[in-house]
Nanobody, 124 residues
Framework: QVQLVESGGGSVQAGGSLRLSCTAP????????MGWFRQTPGAEREGLST????????ETSNSVKGRFTVSQDKSKNTLYLQMNNLRPEDTAMYYC?????????????????WGQGTQVTVSS
């Protein structure tokens, strides 16, 4: 059972920042591309940002570009999502995921493994 473990969620006021972390098993982190998604009740899971751990190349959705930044610490098999200037509409469950065959996808069908999610709540 592959485990991706997210952390760093919490409650913050609008305008604040949070940094999410996701740690993956080494064999996954080396061979898969990683992504961050979020989901609110009743809505589809939305792709936010992706990274190729091998090259460090990233792609970020226009919906959060300029506020959210993905990064990594390869020595720890960990990726991060720095979220700045948070808004109430950013409130959601945030997930990291690993894609085995396609990098830089924002489609959930391209991802093989998922974390359990971490809740982010932004109050106005």
């Amino acid at each position: 059972q592959v485990q991706l473990v997210e952390s760093g969620g919490g409650s913050v006021q609008a305008g604040g920042s949070l940094r999410l972390s996701c740690t993956a098993p080494e064999d996954i982190y080396i061979h898969y591309c990683m992504g961050w998604f979020r989901q609110t009740p009743g809505a589809e899971r939305e792709g936010l940002s992706t990274i190729n751990p091998g090259t460090g190349a990233t792609e970020t959705s226009n919906s959060v570009k300029g506020r959210f930044t993905v990064s990594q610490d390869k020595s720890k098999n960990t990726l991060y999502l720095q979220m700045n200037n948070l808004r109430p509409e950013d409130t959601a469950m945030y997930y990291c995921a690993a894609a085995g065959s396609r990098c830089f996808s924002f489609q959930t069908r391209d991802y093989n493994y998922w974390g359990q999610g971490t809740q982010v709540t932004v109050s106005s």
